[in-house]
């Protein structure tokens, strides 16, 4: 008995298959008309707030699976035949190893890597990052120059030390 949770959730299949394009007929891309990555790849929730295994998907893994319920992909990778990042037509779509997958990317100069301040989460700009190096060539100490930029020390070591969490090259 459901009482104060709002009206029954749609199901899945039905809520995905309307955010996508299929209007170009069973052969063509069937490109997602909803939210997406950086790399372009179509970004879709699934699971429940209410038991909070609510997390965001990618959109073609999830027209893999409502496609072929008897081959989950698990810990597979789905590969695209298309080469088109938010085609969610499974005619396009295989299941692959993470090698097969990363062969793909190379071969097609896929390689979706945004650095520095063009991250939308970056903490430093470019000329803060180049400042930073600066003044440890000129022989600034650390603490100095994380004082006198705002920036905690670890920041400064960060930089220095190339560290993913920082985001900064």
């Not at 008897?70 to 299941?95: A, F, I, T, V, Y």
Request: with cysteine; glycine share 8%; net charge positive.
């Amino acid at each position: 008995m459901r009482t104060n949770m709002g009206p029954k959730p749609r199901p899945l299949a039905e809520r995905f298959w309307e955010k996508v394009d299929m209007s170009g007929g069973p052969d063509a891309c069937w490109p997602w008309r909803a939210s997406r990555d950086r790399c372009g790849y179509g970004s879709f929730g699934v699971g429940s707030m209410v038991d909070g295994t609510r997390r965001k998907a990618k959109a073609h893994r999830i027209a893999y699976e409502l496609a072929n319920p008897s081959d989950p992909l698990g810990q597979r990778e789905c590969c695209h035949k298309c080469d088109n990042p938010p085609c969610c037509n499974p005619q396009h779509l295989l299941p692959g190893s993470q090698a097969d997958n990363l062969r793909d990317i190379f071969a097609r100069g896929r390689q979706c890597t945004v650095r520095g301040e063009a991250k939308p989460n970056a903490l430093l700009s470019t000329e803060t990052v180049r400042l930073i190096r600066r003044a440890v060539k000129a022989g600034q100490s650390q603490r100095k120059i994380a004082a006198s930029i705002g920036v905690s020390r670890s920041a400064v070591q960060a930089v220095l030390k190339g560290r993913n969490w920082a985001h900064v090259q």
